[in-house]
């Protein structure tokens, strides 16, 4: 058995610290992950209930504005704050009187075409808004299709109400079928579509 003559140090084994160190940095990388995530989550589903949220087109309404399959994104601050303009194109809560046949959806993408206290009426393919033909400068399909209403007999836009067009004209199921819109179904505007990618662009 080996001796150890007086004066000689021996260097006991130590625990390194580093391990337990990087324990502890651990925990803190993935407690500061998962505030990060949650902070994300809450701030993305604030963003989504109160101010943007994107919408698929399923239908041919809104064509050639639209296509079906393209993905756009709504302003709900805008619509909820700030003034709606004809010719805006605001997404909705489908109306509970609207059957023009297919499977029922909840939400519905036309145009600004009546606002509140207009009298709208069409003589062939022009409408008439207040008296005056509405110059359509946006993309659209005729012939219109279904009439809007006479001009002895003009659809009058109730208060806080609008009339709601699709540019497709002769294949869309809008105000023409189920009246007008309160303001409190609108849930933004549409500002921009972000599908496909060689169609991104303002609306």
Do not use: E, K, L, Q
């Given at each position: 058995m080996s001796e150890i003559s007086p004066g000689t140090t021996v260097d006991e084994p130590v625990e390194p610290a580093l391990p337990h160190h990087k324990a502890k940095s651990l925990r803190h990388h993935v407690t500061e992950w998962g505030i990060i995530i949650i902070v994300a989550l809450v701030v993305s589903l604030g963003l989504r209930t109160y101010a943007f949220q994107t919408f698929y087109i399923p239908s041919v309404s809104m064509q050639p504005t639209l296509q079906v399959g393209d993905r756009i994104i709504v302003d709900k601050l805008s619509a909820r704050f700030g003034t709606i303009h004809r010719g805006d194109i605001l997404v909705f809560k489908s109306p509970p009187t609207e059957n023009c046949g297919g499977p029922p959806v909840a939400d519905l993408v036309k145009r600004v075409i009546g606002l509140p206290g207009d009298h709208l009426y069409s003589v062939g393919n022009t409408i008439y808004v207040n008296g005056t033909k509405l110059n359509e400068a946006w993309p659209h399909i005729e012939p219109l299709g279904t009439?809007?209403?006479?001009?002895?007999?003009?659809?009058?836009?109730?208060?806080?109400?609008?009339?709601?067009?699709?540019?497709?004209?002769?294949?869309?199921?809008?105000s023409r079928f189920w009246g007008t819109i309160p303001r409190s179904d609108i849930i933004g505007k549409a500002f921009v579509r972000i599908w496909p990618l060689n169609r991104l662009g303002s609306l």
């Open positions: 009439p809007i209403a006479t001009a002895n007999n003009p659809i009058v836009v109730a208060p806080n109400h609008y009339f709601m067009m699709g540019d497709n004209h002769p294949d869309s199921c809008d």
